[in-house]
């Protein structure tokens, strides 16, 4: 089974997480600057096999777009092109980065690590993959 790759982009920097390879797990992978995402997500392609790219899609509290959305739209369409095999989906990412900040807080993290915001963005990618599993389907356990 191949891996599903989660985004959340940043203006500056963009949180990347995965599955494992059977798709049980999500887990945070790094945290890059966000200009080097295109590079990034082909050298991973190459080197694990990817079935779905989820991105998390921002939205104001009233479901309309931000100021970020149409760059999110642009990664995804952009993404789509190179790899027409794969699934590119869009999944919102309200409040992701709140909870990934709540997590970090409860799980014994040194208050130094509470401030990291490479730590915060790549857990928070973690959670856009699971809130795509759970809503798909394929995380029905949850």
Do not use: C
């Not at 790094?30 to 392609?45: A, F, G, L, P, R």
């Not at 919102?92 to 014994?108: F, R, V, W």
């Amino acid at each position: 089974m191949a891996r599903v790759l989660g985004i959340d982009y940043g203006l500056k920097k963009t949180g990347l997480a995965a599955t494992d390879s059977l798709q049980i797990i999500a887990s945070g992978i790094e945290t890059i600057d966000s200009k080097n995402v295109i590079e990034y997500v082909k050298k991973y392609m190459q080197e694990q096999e990817v079935e779905t790219i989820v991105i998390g899609e921002p939205k104001h509290k009233d479901g309309n777009p931000t100021f970020l959305t149409p760059k999110v739209h642009e990664l995804a369409q952009k993404l789509q092109q190179l790899y027409p095999n794969v699934k590119v989906v869009l999944q919102d990412e309200m409040y992701s980065s709140l909870q990934a900040k709540h997590i970090i807080q409860n799980y014994g993290y040194k208050k130094q690590e509470q401030k990291n915001r490479k730590l915060v963005d790549k857990i928070a990618a973690a959670l856009i993959i699971e809130e795509y599993m759970k809503t798909s389907g394929k995380w029905d356990w949850i």
